[in-house]
């Protein structure tokens, strides 16, 4: 099986396109995420690998189909993000929420406003953090996704507890907690 740190060797489509049918189940859907979750892991042990491994994911991504691109802007995101970049972060996240949302990927939209909610917190713009936050918490509790509502009603509940609102901090924690308590 091709090793994600063997995938910076591939140079080309057709490399790629072998990689994919022996070692993804000739679906590229399963590599793109193989490489997302990698990124996602490593973003919390070691930046530099995390952005060196993002290079190689835009890098193969562009000679995937064209939905897997905003996989790439929600990556850039979440590097931004966790570097402290800020304003940088909230471009990423904001294109690949309108790419998601004009092809009606509503996971990944509810995924990209969790990502969006707490940059907005950062950067102190906590009426649309919680906005983004509530939106996303909707869809989760839909979709019965309640680990996932819950991780939103805690970052909720830290945007109302920036605002010095800890009456409603509280509601949204006791809420999570009682999700995660099980």
């Known amino acids: 099986m091709t090793s994600l740190s063997q995938l910076s060797l591939i140079r080309g489509r057709q ?5 994919i049918e022996r070692d993804f189940n000739n679906d590229p859907a399963q590599l793109v995420t193989s490489i997302d979750r990698e990124i996602s892991r490593l ?4 930046l530099k690998e ?5 290079k190689t ?3 193969l991504v562009a000679w995937l189909p064209e939905e897997f691109r905003p996989r790439v ?8 993000h966790w570097s402290g970049s800020y304003a940088e972060a909230l471009n990423h996240y904001l294109r690949a929420l309108r790419t998601y949302e004009r092809a009606k990927d509503r996971l990944n939209v509810a995924r990209t406003r969790r990502g969006l909610m707490d940059v907005y917190m950062y950067l102190g713009r906590y009426d649309r953090a919680i906005e983004q936050g509530k939106r ?3 869809y989760f509790q839909r979709r019965k996704m309640l680990s996932d509502a819950a991780q939103v009603m805690t970052n909720i509940g830290n ?11 509280l509601r949204y924690y006791d809420r999570a907690r009682e999700i995660f308590a099980p």
Do not use: C, I, P, W
Not at 15 to 19: E, G, H, K, N
Not at 73 to 80: E, F, M, V
């Open 43 to 46: 973003l919390r042990v070691d």
């Open 159 to 169: 945007v109302y507890h920036r605002m010095d609102n800890n009456r409603q901090a």
């Open 73 to 80: 802007d929600g990556a850039k995101g979440r590097l931004a």
């Open 15 to 19: 490399q790629l396109s072998t990689a």
């Open 57 to 59: 994911f835009e890098r």
């Open 136 to 138: 996303a918490q909707s």
């Open 50 to 54: 995390a952005a060196r491994l993002l």
